[in-house]
């Protein structure tokens, strides 16, 4: 079993759009695939058009295995399911200082689900919290969406300090650039500077307007428009990664 | 996801059009409509339906291989299969697990394409209030095929649940069922029964050892009737396949069919008048006799593996001219075989044995003086006789157990166990079965030593015909390498002659013969 994280301190940056894409093509090449909404904004249950069940809550998730296996949900694709976030959620760093090593907690919580699943996406909340630290324990690839700004670099930077001084495995840690736009200078000078150097991967996501109508859509992307520039670039970036494992 | 789920089936009259009761539903979901799917269904199994045997059902469908659990439908292995062979054995599968699952259910049997049947399948998707599929329904129909009536049209409808939405399909099951024309819950093992009734086939209509009911209280000509029919049906089931050379199988149950027939007019005495006996137990041996050497070829082929692995692999290629000989006069062999089939000879033989079986010949006092016995009484006399031979010759055996000892008591174990199978329908089924599995242990034993002592004679004569040019030294180094592996292994089965016997020889198999025989006291 792989898992990767989507992680990003800041909002907005792609990271549901990234999961979503990621986890559907995931589900193609190296079935079957979960991907865990960790957010309690549910915005990946959303685009599923997924509901949790009333009576799942961040409660439950903390006892983990069956608990979680029975709330897991069926996408309308095949190979592709996943665990909703609920609302309560948002009280999950509350939750996690009571548990014993609440670093741990994730990673022993879906170690039922190894046997089933080859590849489990999670899709998480942007803040560096105590969830976070668990994330990065039960990751092992942590992937970082950034909008090649030096706004985003700086926040990619304070991930990076954060992780040596909690002596955490920095080459986890993988950026990739979205939302670029050709037009803009800076977007070019940075892409041309850090892309497929140390800790970034080389693909770049494209700005397509095509990624804010998955909104409408309530679909991957890359279900619904393959040919969309944004989709053939997830399509690589899902191959650069797989290589990646891979070696 | 919808592996790993079990969906449900459900049988409709053919009144019940789901498509219009989708388009006024009166339940709490909306239905999206996927396009018609038309496929094409070839069905394998064994001749003697290994795969329904064990639940399974082998399909070539939009070129997947699959083997399909009969509860579900759902696939215990599937792999990539282009062609739609006439037949196919497990190891011609590429794909490993495939192979090996197909192995799990036959051996030795090829499987033969039963049939094809054309299906269509309609798909719409339940979605809830957020348009989330919930559930798939599935409406599968069998296209009739061109010479059966439409009357017998079969459709099935399939709901599969989304993980996580259970109770959403609960729901529109019961929607579903309020409706007249649903016929109920149903299974995968009804639809396929329907996909191969539209095929023409009756699942499990061949079986090698065809179930006969016998009456204890009726007489033994009666019943030696019933006993002698039932292997000519196998007789007449086999001979068609044998020529196409399919698998090995078709040959060897012709043969037990042969063996049982001589075997019963053998135990019969005094229940059919002595001429035609005589006459018909010649004709059988002699029938017997014609599939001898095919037989044995056909054994060595399949081992052909094997003894090329008892020898270094410096030795092993040398075999490959003894082996394409061995193919050739397999081939001869059959011809020959196959002609004698299709002969006159053959064809009337077969027809006044048949009427001879169903005449009713009166019971005359001077030939046919145990015609009128209870079958039970003839059962139990003569499974008592047999198995007291068995016990006799056996205890003699000597210590270093020769040849020709262990040949005859292999017939012995053989008549008893024949008998044995053909009163079985009279006795309690559990202590017979008991008898039959320790008997078997001792007879697999003489077998095998047998079938090496075969193999080792006509490698010997092999051997002995070989012409002594320089070219010819491998391979005669090869067979005999081979001999001296079979030997070996004969005399360690040898060995365990004296212990196979003990298995069978002892109070617990005495005691269970007994209560057989206690049974009409």
Same mark, same amino acid.
């Given at each position: 079993?792989?898992?990767?994280?989507?992680?990003?301190?800041?909002?907005?940056?792609?990271?549901?759009?990234?999961?979503?894409?990621?986890?559907?093509?995931?589900?193609?090449?190296?079935?079957?695939?979960?991907?865990?909404?960790?957010?309690?904004?549910?915005?990946?249950?959303?685009?599923?058009?997924?509901?949790?069940?009333?009576?799942?809550?961040?409660?439950?998730?903390?006892?983990?295995?069956?608990?979680?296996?029975?709330?897991?949900?069926?996408?309308?694709?095949?190979?592709?399911?996943?665990?909703?976030?609920?609302?309560?959620?948002?009280?999950?760093?509350?939750?996690?200082?009571?548990?014993?090593?609440?670093?741990?907690?994730?990673?022993?919580?879906?170690?039922?689900?190894?046997?089933?699943?080859?590849?489990?996406?999670?899709?998480?909340?942007?803040?560096?919290?105590?969830?976070?630290?668990?994330?990065?324990?039960?990751?092992?690839?942590?992937?970082?969406?950034?909008?090649?700004?030096?706004?985003?670099?700086?926040?990619?930077?304070?991930?990076?300090?954060?992780?040596?001084?909690?002596?955490?495995?920095?080459?986890?840690?993988?950026?990739?650039?979205?939302?670029?736009?050709?037009?803009?200078?800076?977007?070019?000078?940075?892409?041309?500077?850090?892309?497929?150097?140390?800790?970034?991967?080389?693909?770049?996501?494209?700005?397509?307007?095509?990624?804010?109508?998955?909104?409408?859509?309530?679909?991957?992307?890359?279900?619904?428009?393959?040919?969309?520039?944004?989709?053939?670039?997830?399509?690589?970036?899902?191959?650069?990664?797989?290589?990646?494992?891979?070696? | 996801?919808?592996?790993?789920?079990?969906?449900?089936?459900?049988?409709?009259?053919?009144?019940? *059009?789901?498509?219009?009761?989708?388009?006024?539903?009166?339940?709490?979901?909306?239905?999206?409509?996927?396009?018609?799917?038309?496929?094409?269904?070839?069905?394998?199994?064994?001749?003697?339906?290994?795969?329904?045997?064990?639940?399974?059902?082998?399909?070539?469908?939009?070129?997947?291989?699959?083997?399909?659990?009969?509860?579900?439908?759902?696939?215990?292995?599937?792999?990539?299969?282009?062609?739609?062979?006439?037949?196919?054995?497990?190891?011609?599968?590429?794909?490993?697990?495939?192979?090996?699952?197909?192995?799990?259910?036959?051996?030795?049997?090829?499987?033969?394409?039963?049939?094809?049947?054309?299906?269509?399948?309609?798909?719409?998707?339940?979605?809830?209030?957020?348009?989330?599929?919930?559930? !798939?329904?599935?409406?599968?129909?069998?296209?009739?095929?061109?010479?059966?009536?439409?009357?017998?049209?079969?459709?099935?409808?399939?709901?599969?649940?989304?993980?996580?939405?259970?109770?959403?399909?609960?729901?529109?099951?019961?929607?579903?069922?309020?409706?007249?024309?649903?016929?109920?819950?149903?299974?995968?093992?009804?639809?396929?029964?329907?996909?191969?009734?539209?095929?023409?086939?009756?699942?499990?209509?061949?079986?090698?050892?065809?179930?006969?009911?016998?009456?204890?209280?009726?007489?033994?000509? +009666?019943?030696?009737?019933?006993?002698?029919?039932?292997?000519?049906?196998?007789?007449?089931?086999?001979?068609?396949?044998?020529?196409?050379?399919?698998?090995?199988?078709?040959?060897?149950?012709?043969?037990?069919?042969?063996?049982?027939?001589?075997?019963?007019?053998?135990?019969?005495?005094?229940?059919?008048?002595?001429?035609?006996?005589?006459?018909?137990?010649?004709?059988?041996?002699?029938?017997?006799?014609?599939?001898?050497?095919?037989?044995?070829?056909?054994?060595?082929?399949?081992?052909?593996?094997?003894?090329?692995?008892?020898?270094?692999?410096?030795?092993?290629?040398?075999? *490959?001219? !003894?082996?394409?000989?061995?193919?050739?006069?397999?081939?001869?062999?059959?011809?020959?075989?196959?002609?004698?089939?299709?002969?006159?000879?053959?064809?009337?033989?077969?027809?006044?044995?048949?009427? !001879?079986?169903?005449? +009713?010949?009166?019971?005359?006092?001077?030939?046919?003086?145990?015609?009128?016995?209870?079958?039970?009484?003839?059962?139990?006399?003569?499974?008592?006789?047999?198995?007291?031979?068995?016990?006799?010759?056996?205890?003699?055996?000597?210590?270093?157990?020769?040849?020709?000892?262990?040949?005859?008591?292999?017939?012995?174990?053989?008549?008893?166990?024949?008998?044995?199978?053909?009163?079985?329908?009279?006795?309690?089924?559990?202590?017979?079965?008991?008898?039959?599995?320790?008997?078997?242990?001792?007879?697999?034993?003489?077998?095998?030593?047998?079938?090496?002592?075969?193999?080792?004679?006509?490698?010997?004569?092999?051997?002995?015909?070989?012409?002594?040019?320089? +070219?010819?030294?491998?391979?005669?180094?090869?067979?005999?390498?081979?001999?001296?592996?079979?030997?070996?292994?004969?005399?360690?089965?040898?060995?365990?002659?004296?212990?196979?016997?003990?298995?069978?020889?002892?109070?617990?198999?005495?005691?269970?013969?007994?209560?057989?025989?206690?049974?009409?006291?």
């Amino acid at each position: 079993m792989k898992t990767i994280a989507l992680y990003s301190i800041k909002g907005g940056v792609g990271k549901t759009a990234s999961a979503v894409n990621l986890a559907y093509l995931s589900s193609i090449t190296e079935p079957p695939t979960l991907i865990c909404d960790l957010d309690p904004q549910g915005a990946s249950s959303f685009y599923f058009r997924i509901v949790p069940n009333k009576k799942y809550s961040s409660k439950k998730f903390l006892k983990g295995d069956t608990k979680i296996y029975n709330n897991i949900k069926g996408t309308d694709f095949d190979n592709l399911d996943l665990l909703p976030a609920d609302f309560s959620y948002r009280n999950l760093d509350i939750e996690l200082l009571e548990e014993k090593k609440p670093q741990k907690k994730l990673k022993n919580n879906i170690r039922e689900l190894n046997t089933e699943y080859p590849f489990i996406f999670f899709d998480c909340p942007p803040n560096l919290t105590l969830l976070s630290e668990s994330v990065f324990t039960a990751s092992d690839i942590i992937l970082v969406p950034l909008i090649p700004t030096t706004l985003s670099l700086r926040t990619f930077k304070q991930l990076l300090d954060f992780f040596k001084e909690c002596k955490l495995d920095t080459a986890k840690i993988k950026g990739f650039f979205t939302m670029f736009e050709r037009r803009k200078a800076m977007h070019r000078e940075i892409v041309k500077k850090y892309s497929g150097k140390k800790r970034f991967l080389r693909q770049i996501i494209p700005y397509n307007s095509e990624v804010e109508k998955m909104g409408i859509y309530r679909a991957p992307l890359n279900a619904v428009r393959p040919n969309a520039t944004a989709a053939i670039a997830y399509q690589e970036l899902w191959k650069e990664l797989i290589n990646e494992i891979g070696q | 996801m919808r592996t790993s789920i079990e969906p449900e089936f459900f049988s409709i009259s053919d009144t019940f *059009d789901l498509p219009v009761f989708l388009r006024y539903p009166n339940t709490p979901f909306s239905f999206k409509a996927q396009p018609l799917k038309r496929e094409l269904f070839h069905c394998y199994d064994t001749f003697d339906w290994k795969a329904w045997n064990k639940k399974t059902a082998v399909v070539i469908c939009r070129q997947q291989l699959s083997l399909l659990d009969l509860k579900n439908g759902n696939a215990i292995n599937s792999s990539a299969f282009r062609k739609t062979p006439r037949s196919f054995f497990p190891e011609d599968i590429a794909e490993e697990k495939t192979a090996s699952a197909l192995k799990t259910l036959s051996k030795l049997r090829a499987f033969i394409k039963l049939g094809s049947v054309e299906t269509t399948t309609k798909t719409w998707h339940a979605l809830d209030e957020n348009q989330k599929t919930v559930a !798939f329904i599935e409406l599968r129909s069998i296209v009739p095929q061109n010479h059966k009536k439409a009357q017998n049209s079969v459709a099935v409808i399939t709901l599969t649940p989304v993980r996580g939405y259970r109770k959403e399909l609960e729901k529109l099951a019961d929607c579903l069922a309020q409706n007249p024309a649903f016929t109920g819950e149903t299974t995968y093992r009804n639809f396929y029964t329907a996909i191969l009734d539209a095929a023409g086939l009756v699942p499990g209509s061949y079986s090698s050892k065809p179930s006969v009911t016998l009456k204890p209280e009726k007489t033994i000509q +009666d019943s030696a009737r019933k006993l002698l029919l039932s292997p000519l049906e196998v007789i007449h089931a086999n001979e068609a396949w044998i020529s196409k050379n399919i698998d090995t199988e078709f040959l060897h149950d012709y043969r037990v069919a042969v063996r049982r027939t001589r075997s019963i007019l053998a135990q019969l005495k005094g229940i059919f008048p002595p001429e035609e006996l005589s006459r018909y137990k010649r004709a059988f041996m002699e029938l017997g006799k014609r599939t001898n050497n095919l037989r044995d070829q056909d054994v060595y082929l399949l081992q052909a593996e094997r003894f090329r692995n008892l020898l270094p692999p410096a030795m092993r290629e040398p075999l *490959d001219p !003894f082996f394409m000989d061995l193919r050739n006069r397999h081939k001869e062999e059959l011809r020959v075989f196959s002609k004698y089939l299709r002969s006159e000879h053959y064809r009337l033989l077969l027809q006044e044995w048949q009427s !001879f079986l169903d005449d +009713d010949i009166p019971s005359e006092p001077d030939t046919t003086p145990n015609a009128l016995r209870k079958t039970s009484n003839v059962a139990v006399s003569s499974i008592k006789k047999a198995w007291k031979r068995v016990i006799r010759h056996g205890r003699d055996i000597s210590r270093v157990a020769t040849d020709t000892e262990l040949h005859a008591l292999r017939i012995d174990c053989k008549k008893l166990r024949y008998l044995l199978e053909f009163y079985a329908p009279l006795f309690p089924a559990k202590a017979l079965q008991k008898v039959v599995s320790q008997l078997k242990v001792l007879q697999d034993n003489l077998g095998v030593f047998v079938d090496l002592s075969v193999q080792q004679n006509y490698l010997y004569s092999y051997l002995s015909n070989i012409e002594c040019a320089a +070219d010819h030294i491998p391979l005669a180094s090869s067979l005999g390498g081979l001999v001296t592996a079979l030997y070996n292994e004969r005399e360690t089965v040898r060995m365990n002659f004296h212990d196979a016997f003990d298995t069978f020889d002892r109070q617990e198999t005495e005691d269970l013969l007994n209560e057989l025989f206690n049974h009409y006291r």
